[in-house]
């Protein structure tokens, strides 16, 4: 499990680079959607699947997870073209861009850029405050429906994942005339409102509509959160980046368990919500104003 996620981080910027690479500013937005509405498509079926081998064909469910992944493999060698841009493409395409190609370390090209490294520091709050829906949503679900909370808490995740299909192409098609940093600063709003309402309910069925609201927020920050990163990359720097900036950004998620532990046991589910609350708002408000300073 150590080295399949090892290969799998390093997998992963090259891959936001590849899309990068392959796409401009005017379209970046639908790829992105499309990829990510793709990827939760296989979280949704995937689990499913799963599910019925679980119990009888333990080993049929992983050689079928690596088959699946030699076949993802071998598509994109026999389809992709190497996509680094040339330099007659940066000089006649990129001059007036973030995007140009530049010389030097990632720390001293990252701080030549301080929107980007603004937007990177922001996004630790952001993933301070997703990270509690694995980890204080269940906690809370368990303490309120008890014996019931294992499968309440899946039925969760599943509106999370059918929430994610339904609505990706909707919710980019009716921001796609925004600015990526407006809409991250929107899915602020939506993390307020969906995990900041569990201070107060205690009925499944809020639970629901709160997924919902949350999810929205997870969709307009993961297919923009990727845009306004590969706008402002040098593409001599595309893959350093995708790996630097999502180290950063996480420190949030892996600091909340520890962090929102310590308030759950001192002041309960309602006060360690608002707090979560207060974070988006304010996280959202930083956000919004890099949007007013790009404008």
């Not at 150590?2 to 936001?16: W, Y």
């Not at 992944?69 to 996509?83: A, H, Y």
């Not at 808490?153 to 509106?159: I, K, Q, R």
């Amino acid at each position: 499990m150590i080295v399949s996620g090892f290969f799998n981080g390093a997998a992963q910027p090259a891959n936001s680079a590849m899309i990068a690479d392959l796409t401009n500013q005017k379209n970046r937005k639908s790829a992105f959607s499309l990829l990510y509405l793709g990827i939760n498509i296989g979280y949704a079926v995937g689990p499913l699947i799963a599910g019925f081998l679980y119990k009888n064909y333990m080993r049929i469910l992983f050689i079928g997870d690596g088959i699946s992944t030699i076949i993802s493999l071998l598509l994109v060698m026999g389809f992709v073209k190497d996509t680094m841009p040339t330099l007659s493409h940066d000089a006649v395409n990129l001059e007036e861009s973030d995007e140009r190609a530049e010389k030097g370390s990632t720390i001293a090209v990252l701080f030549s850029r301080p929107n980007l490294l603004l937007f990177t520091l922001i996004s630790i709050i952001y993933s301070f405050i997703y990270a509690q829906a694995g980890y204080v949503i269940p906690l809370q679900i368990k303490e309120l429906f008890l014996q019931n909370s294992s499968k309440l808490y899946g039925s969760l995740m599943t509106v999370n994942a059918l929430t994610v299909v339904f609505f990706t192409t909707l919710i980019t098609h009716f921001t796609k005339k925004y600015k990526s940093i407006l809409n991250i600063a929107l899915a602020g709003i939506f993390y307020a409102l969906g995990f900041g309402m569990l201070a107060f309910v205690n009925v499944y069925f809020m639970f629901v509509i709160s997924t919902i609201i949350w999810t929205i927020g997870e969709i307009l920050s993961s297919t923009n959160s990727g845009v306004f990163i590969a706008n402002h990359s040098p593409s001599s720097h595309r893959g350093r980046f995708n790996a630097i900036i999502p180290i950063i950004s996480g420190a949030g998620y892996a600091i909340a368990p520890s962090i929102m532990g310590g308030f759950l046991e001192k002041f309960g589910f309602t006060v360690s919500w608002m707090i979560v609350m207060i974070l988006s708002i304010i996280s959202s408000f930083f956000m919004y104003m890099l949007y007013l300073k790009e404008k």
